[in-house]
């Protein structure tokens, strides 16, 4: 007798799904998708035990269960609790969860530097998204933020501890992904920070990973430190076959012309990496030739990414080069003759840490 | 055919009588609106060495500005530029090297910077959008140019001078 598995049915702001039992609220959300979906910064599908730390995916269960329909005295984190049958959930109709996230916002900006205008992270950062939607203005915090200076991790990674927010996911990707941890959080509480405790290289095929998916700046890729922003670059699908069999291959190239500024991995809507890549895929692969473009990457119209993504364009033909007998137009400048920007003798892109003063200055 | 406007009216194509040829009367009615001009106010000026106030709000000239200890306030952040509806700025960004402190506020900063002053339009989305307080649309024009090379401003025609460095002539 082929037993049939009973499904919970869950009820999240007034939608109905019915999931399997031991789901989570954010992932029966999920489940549902659009808007009621609520956002995590620290819980992350593809890693085991993330989740519970940053609390932005609180919400209200405003019923328990159908066995008890007390509701839960306090909000609850939706990326830990699991759901019961005939549980009610209220997340973005309950001002409630608006105000308390808005707190948790606060509390995450704390001592968060808001450099934005340097940080590389900035338009694809989650808690620039999250601070946008949810947050408040301005701060009520009038103490000194904590600062650390950066660390380089490896040639390759690079460590703003400033930034980050203490969400843990690097640190379960080092745990899961490689073979051997080097990382972890040091101190407790305020003073807590992540760290190789002795100032060691991070040096593993699989440990660019953690940029993936670190949500804020913290860490960043140094390969492509300052290189560019990422909204001015063209994002495309592109595979390879990698000769490491635990990498997929397929990832997004960052370009601008035939320049590939950054290799990632492929990211879903909810910024959560969709394959691992390894390190020579991400640091070293950046020549056109080595991949294999597959089209643009989709990427959400409210992203600031997509600007300048003109999809869809029809360009008019140009009929000046027949009305001219087959002559072609006279170029009345040459840009590259007077413009010192994107110089075809300099490859940004070519450059193995930020470009410097000497970078530029060279003939 | 019906008029379109109630003030069109025939034109009179009957030869000119003998007072109308000497044009006489029609030279006086002239210089009598000629004359009343010279006691009214001017609404010109002697441009060159007379200059009109601009207002306060007046787009003109980018500039790039420094702080008050004279380093760049610019870190190369892109928002001027993904703000700019001409695509008219372009940037390259660089990491501030030790010892280059005294040069830049933060620790990126741009390498280059320009502003194609052919496809701007004065806008002023780059000043509002720059969080920095690096950019400023000042109150003077763009000069004017024979060539097209001319309107390309890099960093060295943007920047404000350093204190203590000379002005460009």
Not at chain 1, 136 to 161: C, N, P, S, V
Not at chain 2, 69 to 75: F, K, L, Y
Not at chain 2, 102 to 119: P, V, W
Not at chain 2, 120 to 127: D, Q, V
Request: charged letters at 30%; hydrophobic letters at 35%; aromatic letters at 8%.
């Amino acid at each position: 007798m082929a037993e049939e598995k009973k499904l919970f049915k869950v009820k999240i702001d007034n939608i109905s799904v019915e999931v399997e039992p031991g789901t989570t609220i954010l992932n029966a959300a999920r489940r549902i998708g659009g808007d009621i979906v609520p956002p995590a910064m620290c819980y992350y599908s593809k890693l085991q035990g993330s989740g519970g730390k940053c609390r932005t995916c609180l919400v209200k269960v405003t019923k328990g269960s159908e066995a008890d329909p007390r509701p839960m005295p306090k909000l609850v984190a939706s990326c830990r609790t699991t759901v019961m049958d005939g549980m009610e959930v209220a997340n973005i109709t309950s001002p409630e969860v608006q105000e308390a996230r808005k707190g948790v916002v606060e509390f995450l900006l704390l001592n968060h530097p808001l450099d934005c205008p340097v940080c590389d992270q900035a338009g694809e950062c989650h808690l620039q998204d999250l601070s946008y939607e949810h947050g408040a203005e301005t701060t009520r915090y009038e103490f000194k933020r904590r600062t650390f200076d950066r660390i380089d991790i490896g040639d390759k990674i690079q460590l703003h501890m400033t930034r980050c927010i203490l969400c843990y996911r690097c640190v379960f990707t080092a745990d899961q992904l490689t073979e051997k941890r080097e990382h972890g959080v040091l101190g407790r509480g305020e003073v807590a920070e992540i760290g190789t405790y002795i100032h060691q290289s991070l040096d593993n095929n699989f440990i660019g990973n953690v940029i993936d998916v670190c949500p804020v700046g913290a860490l960043t890729d140094k390969t492509f430190r300052f290189k560019n922003r990422v909204w001015f670059l063209k994002a495309v699908d592109a595979h390879r076959q990698c000769e490491d069999p635990k990498c997929c291959g397929k990832t997004v190239l960052w370009m601008r012309g035939d320049e590939v500024f950054r290799v990632t991995a492929r990211k879903d809507k909810y910024g959560e990496v969709e394959d691992w890549i390894c390190d020579t895929c991400r640091f070293d692969k950046k020549d056109v030739k080595d991949w294999v473009i597959e089209g643009p990457r989709n990427i959400d119209r409210h992203s600031v990414i997509s600007q300048g993504h003109y999809v869809g364009v029809h360009k008019p033909k140009d009929t000046l080069v027949e009305v001219l007998d087959g002559r072609q137009p006279k170029l009345l400048l040459d840009i590259h003759t007077v413009s010192e920007v994107n110089r075809p003798d300099i490859d940004l892109s070519q450059i193995d840490g930020p470009a410097h003063s000497d970078d530029f200055n060279k003939k | 055919m019906q008029a379109l406007t109630s003030r069109a009216r025939q034109v009179d194509r009957k030869p000119m009588t003998f007072i109308e040829k000497i044009y006489l009367w029609n030279i006086l009615k002239g210089m009598v609106i000629t004359f009343k001009h010279i006691w009214k106010r001017k609404e010109t000026v002697r441009y060159p060495e007379q200059k009109r106030p601009f207002s306060p709000v007046f787009r003109g000239l980018h500039i790039l500005n420094r702080d008050a200890e004279g380093r760049e306030n610019c870190t190369a952040c892109g928002l001027c530029a993904v703000a700019c509806p001409a695509e008219a700025i372009t940037m390259e960004a660089a990491e501030r090297k030790p010892g280059e402190e005294h040069l830049y506020r933060e620790e990126k900063y741009a390498a280059r910077y320009e502003i194609n002053m052919l496809r701007c339009i004065f806008c002023g989305f780059c000043e509002e959008a720059c969080p920095k307080d690096a950019i400023y649309l000042t109150e003077t024009f763009a000069p004017a140019n024979y060539n097209r090379e001319g309107f390309i401003y890099g960093k060295q025609d943007l920047l404000i001078p350093a204190p203590g460095e000379k002005k460009k002539a």
